[in-house]
Every structure is written in C-alpha cells, then in structure tokens.
C-alpha cells in the first residue's frame, strides 16, 4: 500500500472544539457521511456551549423553540413557544446521548492555540488538561467554540475595588442569594431584559445602569398545547409546516435589516406604542425609549421587562458610569450608588472571540493578525493561509432575525463537503484563494453598508472603528445557497508528496 492510499484506509483525525449547538452538529454531520474519525475538545465538564453557561434566572431562547433546533432532530413536545434555557440544555443532551457523541468528547480540555505543518497537512492542537499540555495532531481543525463563549467584562475602572458579590451574567453564582439585597444590574441587552425582571421580584431594590435604552417588542410567547404537541408526534408534516411558517414570517423581517432599513419604521411603531402602554411615568419612558433605527441593535423581546421596571423598587441610572467603588457604583455626575451586589450583563466577545487562541497557519501567519488587520474570509468558515481550518458561527453569519441553527447546519454541510475533498481527492490541505476571498469581502462589506446597521448605533456586531465582522448582509437561504456545494475553484488543491505523508490518529 503506498502512503498515499493510507490516508484513506486508516482514519482521518478531525479535532472539533466545542459541544455547543456548532459541534454537536458537526459531529451529526461527520457520521452522516460515514466519517467517525473525530474528537471534540470541550473545556467544561459538560456539553451545551451557551446554554451550558447561561445560567441566570429567565435565561431562555428569543428564537421560536421549533425553529432553534436541528432539522435533522426535531422535538415534538416543545413546552413553550420560546424555550427556556434547562430544556434547550436538555435537547442537546438528548441528541449527543441519541447520536453517541459522548464517547467521542475529551471533557477539561481546553484548546489554547494550533500550528499548521505545510508539509504534512496536518493541525498541531494544543490543550490544557488537568493542568498539563498536551497536543493533537489533525488533518481538519474545526472551531466550534463560537463567538458567545468568553463573556465581555466592561471597561470599567475599578472592577476589582468592589468589596460585594459580582459576577457576569454567563457566570451567574447561585450561591449568593440577592433575596432583600440592593443589586446593580449593568447593560440592557438580551440578558439583562430577561434577569431584571426575575430578581426584581425578589430583591429589595434593583438599580439597573443603561448605557443606551433597546428596543423592546412583546414576546409572543405562550405554553405549547397538548393537542399541538400530539399533532406534531402523530403527523410529521404539521410539524415541518409549523417550522416553515416559523421561518418564512422570521426571513421575511430581513427585508428591513438588509434591503431597506425605512421597512423597520412598522417595527418601530410597535415598539413605541408597547412602551407607551407599559410605562407611564413619562420622566421614566423618555428615559427607556430609543434613539436609534430598530434593528441597529438587537431586537429584544420581553412580557416583562418594562413592567418590572414600573415598580417601587426599581430605579433606571442614564447618567454612564464613572467607576466601581468598594461600596457601589459611581456615576459621572458624581454620585455614589452603594449596593450589596452588582450583575454585569454586559455580553461577549464577539467580534475578537478568537482572540484567546494563537493559531498559526502558513508561513506563521496568524489568525488573530490575519482577523484584526485583513479582516477577511470566505463564507464565514475558511481563511486564506489557515489551510483545513473551519469556523463555524464564523465572521459575518450572526443573524438579527432568524435561527442561527440554521446557519450552523449549513456550515456543517460545507465543511463536510470539504473534508471530503481532502479525503477523496488525497489532497494535503484545502487553502482559499486570496483573491476569492478578498471579492467575497469586499462584496459583504458593501452590502452592509445599505443594511440596518450602518444606519449610525453602535453595537456589538461592530468593531471599534465602526467594522462589521459579524452581521450577515443577506435573507438566511441566499447563505444556504451559498455553502449548498463546494467550488473546489475557490481553493488552492495542494497534494501531498508520497514521502511527506505521515498518517496520526486524534
């Protein structure tokens, strides 16, 4: 047998990092297509990704439950229309339990960076696991980690000066109990609208500090009924045209964000006649009201939310934050606001999330370089002169509208069609052309600029000088189509020679 056939009689190592939503469909996706020859690193203790970690109380989805979840793996028995966190957490048990993925996921290992060897075609992983270093080699790297897995401590002076309970809402302490206590809620965004109106039913007061007031529609959310729920058991096709229905009303909205903002004026109404109805101390709703085109920032919805901030016991501080003190927090017009315990609910690392990570691909490049200055890639899930490395949940598919599980699968069917071809066609590495890239780029960051966020807020899916790395400019099938098949023309196909070839398994 030459060492070139070897590559295909014996196994084809592929290193998956993370068991969220992303890898877990990664996997899924590999054992469609016969391919078991991978492992997934996971730093925690246990799958989920997001859902593992967010924990706070009211976490739940603001995408419809029977849309954020795998086509592959629907669920019937969906008890709300917009699931909360425990049994999002629970269906993604119940697929890596289905589809034996457990077996293959090495728990405490925390991936720190990777090298690429040109001349092998192979991935150097490096992880931390008990303490130790250790390495994996791969011939498909594929991140999965996504960009809400390292929380955004704000940039506040001081942080470390508090002398009461703090923590970031994606690392929520259950073992501080809030019941009675003064706490400081930081941000206003998806997290925050959902804790505030959970613990101001139980702490004594609640100051809640807005750097700038989201739009807040009504979640049209509601317990699932159990004629609905034996419906979609007993015919499959109610529940797919429940599903479809869900995603066509969602893609629908994307003519506002991508096409033409002026359509988000009816959402805009919405939004200021819900507030108008909820709030009516008009000292308060000035200061809840919005000031930028819907759509910039996220979209929040929420029964709750405006209601919770109604009562007695709650306060909103609009004057921006100076420092954090020993005692509290203190705000620019100089006054000291003393709590017991202070909640950051101020987001993740999105746009840099690849930041902790030193890859290195040809030539030493280096991907944090490469995604800082370049700024470009292809598709969301290859970059040029990272050879064989995927990214899922990459830059430019974030979505404003509709289910990033959606994305996700169509990443994963790409990225199989790409491991494929390094497979069958014995190729050493995939590496897209630079100059695809560099048009596909261009071509994304025009497009953005006629969408919803260009229209002047800024907002996590922007940089600091005002990039967009994270919005995807289009209706979510025009992606679809665009990763549905592999244009091996986009790529360099390099082959390996016959000596250089050195078969490993992860």
Known sequence: MTAKASIIENNFPIIIVGTGFSG???????????INSYTLLEKAEDIGGTWRDNTYPGAACDVPSHLYSFSFEPKTDWSRAFSPQQEIKSYLD????????REKIRFG????????????????????????????LARAFILGNGALSTPADPDIKGLKNFKGDMFHSARWNHDVDLAGKKVAVVGTGASAIQIVPEIAKTVGQLTLFQRTAPWVLPK???????????????????????????????????????????????????????????????????????????????????????????QANAHVITDGIDAITAKGIKTRDGVEHEVDAIVLATGFMVTNYLSRLTIKGLQGADLNTTMTEQREHYLGITVADFPNMFLMMGPNTGLGHNSMVFMIEAQARYIVQCIQAIRDKQLNYLDVR??????????????????????????????????NGAAWPGFTWQYWLATRRLDLNAYHQVYAAVSDVEVVTA
């Not at 119940?94 to 993925?101: L, R, T």
């Not at 990777?114 to 250790?134: D, P």
């Not at 780029?441 to 025009?446: A, F, H, L, T, V």
């Open 24 to 34: 877990i469909a990664m996997a899924v996706m590999l054992q469609r297509a016969g």
């Open 434 to 467: 630079k100059n695809v890239q560099a048009e596909y780029s261009q071509d994304i960051q025009q497009r953005l600029q006629k969408s919803v966020w260009a229209s002047g807020c800024q907002s996590w899916y922007l940089s600091a000088d005002g990039h």
């Open 94 to 101: 119940h697929c890596v339990d289905k589809y034996q993925i």
């Open 220 to 310: 049209p959310d509601r317990y699932m009924t159990a004629v609905e729920k034996r419906l979609f058991a007993l015919v499959p096709s109610s529940r797919w045209l429940h599903r479809a229905y869900i995603y066509w009303r969602n893609e629908a909205v994307a003519t506002g964000f991508v096409v033409d903002p002026r359509l988000m004026k009816g959402l805009e109404f919405i939004g200021r006649l819900y507030l108008r109805h909820v709030v009516k101390d008009t000292v308060l709703r000035e200061k809840l009201a919005p000031k930028f085109t819907i759509g910039c920032k996220r979209i929040l919805m929420s029964n709750t939310y405006y209601q919770a901030l109604t």
């Open 109 to 136: 290992c925390e991936v720190t960076g990777a090298t690429f060897n040109e001349s092998q075609g192979l991935w150097t992983v490096s992880f931390k696991e008990k303490g130790k270093t250790k390495k994996l």
